[in-house]
């Protein structure tokens, strides 16, 4: 089946700090992925996505490279803002199209 | 356009008591998606449709569930009779044939709680 595993939070940064979250996943089939984010007390929004082997989906100065040989495909900003504090999740879709979540990571940035 | 509408956004009912949740998918797309949101589970697949037949519903969680897609632009999540355990974020996505993307664009969500 399909799965998908990302760190555990909560992440604490400061303001302008590096961030990475991890996300591996586990796929029949040739996968599309996506990242997700979820600001308090509202749905889900597609923040950036790829959907082949080292496509690189970038969007508000995140990035997440599509990396088979390891299964992975880690959130990067190289910057962070106050802005950015919510729940990032990494997810997959493949043939049944339904999305396939992971746990969600809380993404905490402090002043 | 209005993006993916759900009502309502809140739900507070009693055990029991037949709870009804509604969505309103993006004009044009084809497919529909039921997620529900807990603590314990995160975010997992109820059932979805496309062009309004049930494709999978292997997530509903028993048959006190039930989910209908009438037409292209509506769709129903109906649960009856609820259980406390059934208190979760409820949300609808939608999404269109399109290349291998699948994107699917959420709702707001309906935050149930059943006393």
């Known amino acids: 089946g399909n799965s998908v595993t990302q760190m555990e939070g909560p992440v604490t940064l400061s303001e302008e700090a590096f961030l990475t979250i991890n996300c591996t996943y586990t796929?029949?089939?040739?996968?599309?992925l996506f990242w997700y984010v979820q600001y308090p007390g509202e749905g889900l929004q597609l923040l950036l996505k790829?959907?082949?082997?080292?496509d690189k989906g970038s969007n508000k100065g995140f990035e997440a490279t599509y990396r088979k040989e390891t299964t992975s495909f880690h959130l990067e900003k190289g910057s962070v803002q106050v802005s950015d504090s919510a729940v990032y999740f990494c997810?997959?879709?493949?043939?049944?199209?339904?999305?396939?979540f992971g746990s969600g990571t809380r993404l905490q940035v402090q002043p | 356009d209005a993006g993916v509408i759900q009502s309502p956004r809140h739900e507070v009912t009693e055990m029991g008591q037949e709870v009804t949740l509604r969505c309103k998918p993006i004009?044009?797309?084809?497919?529909l998606f039921w997620y529900r949101q807990t603590m314990m589970r995160g975010l997992e697949l109820l059932i979805y449709?496309?062009?309004?037949?049930?494709?999978?519903d292997s997530g509903m969680p028993e048959d006190r569930f039930s989910a209908k897609m009438p037409n292209a632009s509506f769709s129903t999540l109906k649960i009856q009779p609820s259980e406390p355990r059934d208190s979760a974020v409820y949300f609808c996505?939608?999404?269109?044939?399109?290349?291998?993307?699948?994107?699917?664009?959420f709702g707001p969500g309906t935050r149930l709680t059943v006393l």
């Open positions: 997810a997959l879709s493949v043939l049944r199209r339904a999305l396939t």
């Open positions: 996505a939608s999404s269109w044939t399109s290349g291998r993307s699948n994107e699917q664009f």
């Open positions: 449709f496309n062009n309004n037949v049930p494709i999978d």
């Open positions: 004009s044009g797309h084809d497919y």
């Open positions: 790829a959907t082949k082997a080292d």
């Open positions: 796929a029949t089939g040739y996968p599309s």
